[in-house]
């Protein structure tokens, strides 16, 4: 008898700036999601994109979640350290003629409302990108854990989608389809914000003939201005000196009842009481505004 893979979710930062409330959610909503389930829980550090890095900012962020006791399974990867591996996914994209080398500049997308059917005749570039061919008629639909079926007609709301940028980098919906599949993961937990990246990563997945993860999109939180918080405007960082308070918040914006957790005690305990008692059937859709939670956290709980 052969065993089953292992149910695997993972959580993957890009480090541009400090974890803030909206990524620790993500990151404690997918953990809660993988360790309930029984499910390893790995971490990924997305620094596909030099030029929006910040230094120190990975490490920083799995201090964090080290902070947090939201402890991982496997080794830390680095998508800086896996070129090889989104090189050889597009090779076999080129030689199959299912992607292309694109000439066009920024403006040439931009005139056609920035979705790219068809390269501008006679556009050069020294360093062109490459883009995947999106065939007509591409209407992709998947089932999401919070939002429900999902769809999305790629070739007309998104176009031919980039697979390696024009300076170099590899773009980052290459890269995450390639390290899903290649670390095996089975649920992709995450924040709302890439909902509608998904129906492209299902169709890169489909091309390349690798298996689809299971998703669950979690609520986006909103900053005063209606703006969803954003690691690199550094927006309300979190203080891994003391979790509670922000761990009880992000229980709570995962619509789950605050009297399953214990009101004082060791981190590991509440921990342990947030795995035994969570219930993902209780995510709310969302978004969720940042002063709304901060006013809640102040009062008592059900
Ligand atoms: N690196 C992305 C971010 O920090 C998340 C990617 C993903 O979870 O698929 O927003």
């Not at 230094?55 to 990867?77: K, S, W």
């Not at 060791?266 to 969720?288: E, H, K, Q, S, Y």
């Not at 505004?289 to 102040?298: K, R």
Request: proline share 8%; aromatic share 6%.
């Amino acid at each position: 008898m052969t065993t089953p893979p292992p149910l695997r979710g993972r959580f993957a930062p890009s480090p541009t700036g400090a974890l803030h409330f909206g990524s620790l959610l993500a990151a404690f909503g997918s953990w809660l999601a993988a360790r309930s389930a029984g499910a390893e829980w790995w971490l990924r550090v997305e620094d596909v994109d030099r030029g929006r890095e910040v230094p120190g900012a990975a490490l920083a962020q799995l201090r964090t979640l080290a902070g947090f006791g939201l402890e991982h399974d496997g080794q830390v990867t680095w998508q800086s350290q896996r070129g090889e591996l989104y090189a050889a996914s597009v090779s076999r994209l080129l030689d199959a003629g299912l992607a292309f080398e694109c000439h066009c500049s920024r403006a040439d997308v931009a005139a056609t409302g920035g979705v790219h059917r068809a390269c501008r005749p006679g556009a050069r570039r020294t360093r062109p990108a490459l883009r995947l061919r999106v065939p007509d008629g591409s209407r992709v639909a998947f089932e999401d854990a919070v939002h429900g079926r999902t769809a999305q007609q790629v070739d007309r709301d998104v176009g031919d989608f980039v697979l390696r940028r024009a300076d170099g980098f590899w773009a980052y919906q290459l890269a995450v389809v390639v390290d899903d599949a290649d670390q095996a993961i089975t649920d992709v937990v995450r924040g709302a914000d890439l909902l509608d990246s998904t129906p492209r990563q299902v169709l890169l997945q489909r091309t390349l003939g690798l298996t689809t993860p299971r998703y669950m999109h979690l609520p986006l939180v909103l900053g005063e201005d209606g703006r969803k918080l954003s690691k690199s405007e550094g927006s309300l960082p979190v203080d891994a000196a003391d979790p509670l308070p922000t761990l009880r918040a992000a229980w709570r914006a995962l619509g789950q009842p605050p009297s399953r957790l214990p009101t004082s005690g060791p981190l590991r305990d509440v921990l342990a009481a947030a795995v035994a008692g969570f219930d993902a059937g209780r995510i709310p859709r969302g978004p969720l505004s940042a002063t709304a939670l901060h006013n809640a956290a102040a009062m008592p709980g059900p």
